[in-house]
């Protein structure tokens, strides 16, 4: 059993706190990813569970054990570094092995250890090589055998895939996930990357400025943001934002900003005040071509067209700003020329002028 709880964490360094009386709970077996921009203290506090930082104040609970003051080896976990972190002059056998010799376990058990864990990760057949000789993904892929080999409680991934192409992360993270649902061992995961994060996560924590600032499933996060920070921060292309004024009509709200006219229902959201001012945001991804009868539409000029394969990012200019929707029918668009979009009132988001937060009420 290794649900983590960590209760009123707090980091310092000098006078300068960095994160302040953060409180989360992870259940057993659990695929949590930490995300947020650089300096938003999610790898602090990946090492902070690690026991690699100093907790300046506050908890650490592992399976219901107290571990704030426990050095790292005692605390049943293993970690992947961003650096593969490979002994040079070993072979990738003797670097998977060498935490298990370290604990003096028998060569026999080693072997079958080793066997299988390297079947699990594809390395069979680069056993007898050094890391030298191995792409970064293989390098990788030793690194997270090496933490695996020793059956911990807690996995700790801090950014593992960042120094690979493209390609290498999307099959490195597939592995990641299916190595989660063989062991059955609590993972969390660290990232600045929202498509990481989107595709492996149970539960992602969104962080910022040392705080949690929205956590869900990756659905809870994308479909319902708590913030307008949330909303801008995932999904690409970006969210659109515009400033509207609110009248309220029976029991709908329309939304006017310039020449763009939106209604939703007023159920769906807090009570709204005739005249207040509320930023809108409309992902691309929601929007598309409007048809005939589509009332939420917005005329504009195309500015550019995106190929993105399957379907196309298409950039409008409305009112002199730039708003931007995807549609798989982009081939049909051109600069320069008009277009109307649309969306459905129920992926219409507002948020609070003065405090950013969501108005829509909860589900």
């Not at 992870?26 to 690690?50: N, Q, W, Y």
């Not at 972190?85 to 028998?106: T, W």
């Not at 798989?328 to 219409?348: M, Q, Y």
Request: charged share 25%; with cysteine; net charge neutral.
């Amino acid at each position: 059993m290794a649900n983590i709880k960590c209760t009123n964490i707090r980091k310092s360094y000098g006078g300068v706190t960095v994160i302040q009386d953060l409180n989360l709970d992870i259940p057993d077996h659990e695929f949590v990813v930490f995300l947020g921009p650089s300096g938003c203290g999610k790898s602090t506090m990946l090492r902070m569970i690690a026991g690699l930082e100093e907790i300046s104040g506050g908890k650490v609970e592992i399976g219901e054990r107290d571990v704030t003051h426990l050095p790292p080896g005692e605390r049943g976990v293993a970690m992947v570094f961003q650096s593969y972190a490979l002994y040079p002059h070993m072979s990738v056998y003797d670097n998977i092995a060498f935490g298990l010799r370290r604990q003096k376990v028998a060569e026999a058990e080693i072997a079958a250890r080793v066997t299988q864990v390297s079947g699990l990760l594809g390395l069979e057949q680069f056993l007898d090589r050094k890391p030298r000789n191995l792409s970064g993904g293989q390098q990788q892929r030793v690194a997270m055998a090496r933490a695996m080999i020793k059956t911990p409680k807690l996995f700790l991934f801090d950014e593992p895939l960042s120094n690979l192409d493209a390609k290498l992360r999307e099959k490195l993270r597939t592995e990641i996930r299916r190595m989660h649902l063989d062991l059955k061992t609590t993972t969390i995961f660290v990232t600045h990357d929202q498509l990481e994060a989107m595709t492996i996560a149970d539960r992602i924590v969104l962080m910022r400025a040392g705080a949690i600032e929205q956590q869900g499933t990756p659905s809870e996060i994308f479909d319902r943001p708590a913030t307008r920070f949330v909303a801008d921060f995932i999904g690409s292309p970006a969210m659109n934002f515009r400033d509207c004024t609110v009248r309220a009509d029976g029991g709908s709200i329309e939304l006017t900003s310039g020449s763009i006219r939106l209604r939703v229902p007023a159920s769906d959201f807090a009570p709204l005040a005739d005249g207040a001012t509320v930023e809108i945001g409309l992902r691309p991804s929601k929007m598309d071509l409007a048809a005939a009868g589509d009332e939420n539409a917005i005329s504009g000029t195309v500015v550019l067209v995106e190929n993105m394969g399957s379907e196309g990012q298409v950039v409008v200019d409305v009112d002199g700003r730039e708003m931007s929707f995807v549609t798989k029918a982009f081939r049909s668009l051109s600069g320069g020329s008009p277009v109307r979009f649309a969306i459905g009132p129920d992926s219409i988001h507002l948020f609070s002028k003065e405090t950013g937060r969501t108005l829509r009420r909860p589900a």
